[in-house]
């Protein structure tokens, strides 16, 4: 059963930079698409960047050029670099994964704020 962790969030200040992190345990195959969301209170969860096993990249444009989505195939984990942060990035931010067979999984996010 393949199973989503994420973790790396936590309070920083405007401007600063904080690092991501989405592990990955069981097996999972190829096709898939590897997704970073955000959850902002009352508001939409929303697609913040993805990375397919491929390696294409696609990024919200809210966050285009401050975050880098990435991967270590070794350590089947997932990174999603942030700098330059603004506090409207604050949110939860949750990792899925669309294996293209069955439901996406989803991990159960970690909390980003980031102080004005």
């Known amino acids: 059963q393949v199973q989503l962790v994420e973790s790396g969030g936590g309070l920083v200040q405007a401007g600063g930079s904080l690092r991501l992190s989405c592990a990955i345990s069981?097996?999972?195959?190829?096709?898939?698409?590897l997704g970073w969301f955000r959850q902002a209170p009352g508001k939409q969860r929303e697609l913040v960047a993805q990375?397919?096993?491929?390696?294409?990249?696609v990024y919200a444009d809210a966050v285009q050029g401050r975050f880098t989505i990435s991967r270590d195939n070794a350590k089947n984990t997932v990174y999603l670099q942030m700098n330059s942060l603004k506090p409207e990035d604050s949110a939860v931010y949750y990792c899925?994964?669309?294996?293209?067979?069955?439901?996406?999984?989803w991990g159960l996010g970690t909390q980003v704020t980031v102080s004005s």
């Open positions: 069981g097996r999972t195959f190829s096709p898939y698409v």
């Open positions: 899925r994964l669309d294996l293209f067979s069955g439901a996406p999984i």
């Open positions: 990375i397919t096993s491929t390696g294409n990249t």
